[in-house]
C-alpha cells in the first residue's frame, strides 16, 4: 500500500502517543499497523506493552490477523526477530 504524507508522519510518528482520526476506508488500520511494526522492529519496542483500540471484536480480529501477516513478513528470514506474543 502506498501512503500519503500524512500517513507516512503518524506512520514515522516515534514512540509517542498518537490519535489518528480520518473517515471510514481511509487507510487508518493500515497505517496502524505500519506504525505498530515499525515500533517492534526498527525500535525494539513490546507489543506487550501497547494499547491498541478498536471499537469492536470483528476490528480486533481483523486488526490481530493484520498485524500478526504484517510481523511474520517483517521477520521473514531472520530468525532473531521471531518472537511468540499474545496478539
Known amino acids: 500500500m502506498r501512503f500519503t ?3 507516512e508522519a503518524a506512520i514515522q510518528a516515534g514512540n509517542r502517543e ?9 487507510g ?3 497505517v496502524l499497523v505500519e506504525r505498530i ?3 517492534i ?3 525494539g519496542a513490546s507489543i ?4 491498541i483500540v478498536t471499537f469492536t471484536r ?3 480480529g481483523g486488526m490481530r490477523e493484520r498485524l ?8 521473514a528470514g531472520d530468525s532473531r526477530r521471531v518472537r511468540q506474543a499474545d496478539l
Open 28 to 30: 487508518k488500520t493500515a
Open 48 to 51: 506487550d506493552r501497547m494499547l
Open 5 to 7: 504524507p500524512a500517513q
Open 68 to 75: 500478526e501477516a504484517r510481523l511474520n513478513e517483517a521477520a
Open 58 to 60: 470483528a476490528a480486533a
Open 18 to 26: 498518537l490519535l489518528v482520526s480520518a473517515a471510514a476506508g481511509s
Open 41 to 43: 522492529v526498527e525500535c
Open 37 to 39: 511494526v515499525r515500533l
